[in-house]
């Protein structure tokens, strides 16, 4: 092919993706495939290759990834016209100079790490900038949010909203629970750490006998033992339940019955979630911190603070509003959730990628 030029996408966090990274990954990637990239060689980076190309087959060159790699003296021989760093965290970077995309999906670590500039999570964060040819946030937030810590470069910036990553609507009829849903639930997802503010929810759910409170993702790790302690603490042991990791199937089927979706994080760069419970018209409550009222827009719900009384009342106003207007709102969440697409998303990369390679 004449004048083909090479991008490396490094994707190494596609390994999990049971966290927000391995599904922006993956689902670039999905996005990606379904697209022509005319005279661009687009390469991956992963731990397992060869999963990723019995998925993909030859649209894409394959590099394994090893943890070594993050090492400079260690770091990938290959040279490339273009290197897409592809979240804000990433060790690997390239070893020969070349043009240089970074996607901030948050900068989190300033306020929950270290603000002292000199602390090597920063320093890391300012050498990217530093190399940026060009930028992308998957928010206004995040794009606010760099710029009110670091000094941001003179380059091309711009925000690509992140698509849906339920694409499919799988039958769950013959999913089997592995926690009671005889009652009335409501669900929340995502990775325990203390910023997702579940024991707000948890709080809450002393108030509201006649539901019960079904909450997903890896419960191992510290703030998992802090919020089973809450849970038995509180007396709450038959009203909120852990299922720990869920199946795409699993996740589906929690979101399709339950009475509403609850979302109290306190900083997100974006927040797939939401999006998700969007896609089955399901009423959404959200913390109206961060990223969350761009995600949500003006048919979800949002929380001002977390005071368990008040939050109670505004999810049975919400729920009673739902209700009342139950068609409308479906169906506008429906059409929210739509708006968030991963082909438009990839296609938006994929011309940033065109016009830095001009």
């Avoid at 689902?27 to 990723?52: A, V, Y």
């Avoid at 925000?159 to 013959?174: A, E, R």
């Avoid at 579940?198 to 539901?211: E, G, H, P, T, V």
């Amino acid at each position: 092919m004449p004048n083909t030029k090479s991008v490396f996408l490094e994707t190494h966090n596609i390994n999990n993706r049971a966290t927000g990274l391995g599904t922006f990954n993956y689902e670039l990637i999905k996005g990606l495939h379904r697209l022509d990239f005319e005279n661009l060689e687009l390469h991956l980076n992963s731990g397992k290759p060869k999963l990723l190309k019995s998925e993909f087959g030859e649209v894409f060159k394959y590099h394994k990834y090893m943890s070594f790699h993050r090492y400079k003296t260690f770091r990938p021989v290959h040279k490339f016209d273009l290197w897409h760093s592809v979240n804000q965290n990433s060790k690997l970077e390239p070893r020969f100079a070349a043009k240089y995309l970074l996607t901030v999906h948050d900068v989190n670590f300033v306020e929950e790490i270290s603000s002292d500039m000199s602390h090597k999570r920063n320093q890391l964060f300012m050498e990217k900038l530093k190399k940026a040819t060009a930028i992308t946030y998957i928010s206004e937030f995040a794009k606010k949010q760099t710029h009110d810590y670091f000094k941001v470069p003179d380059v091309p910036e711009y925000v690509i909203y992140n698509g849906n990553p339920i694409s499919t609507l799988l039958d769950t009829s013959g999913f089997v629970s592995t926690v009671p849903v005889d009652k009335p639930f409501f669900y929340t997802i995502g990775d325990f750490i203390e910023r997702k503010n579940y024991a707000s929810i948890i709080n809450m759910m002393r108030l509201l006998k006649d539901f019960n409170l079904i909450i997903s993702g890896n419960n191992t790790k510290k703030y998992g033992q802090v919020i089973k302690s809450l849970i038995e603490e509180k007396g709450l042991s038959n009203q909120v339940f852990l299922t720990g990791k869920v199946s795409d199937e699993g996740k589906q089927y929690y979101m399709k019955n339950c009475t509403a979706f609850l979302f109290p994080s306190i900083r997100e760069g974006f927040g797939l979630p939401p999006i998700e419970a969007m896609s089955f018209g399901k009423p959404v409550f959200l913390s109206d911190k961060t990223s969350l009222p761009e995600i949500g827009g003006e048919m979800a719900n949002y929380w001002t603070d977390f005071d368990p009384e008040y939050m109670k009342n505004v999810l049975l106003d919400g729920l009673h509003n739902f209700e009342n207007n139950k068609a409308v709102i479906e169906t506008e969440m429906k059409k929210r959730a739509a708006s968030f697409d991963w082909k438009i998303a990839a296609a938006d990369y994929l011309k940033i990628y065109k016009d830095i390679l001009k």
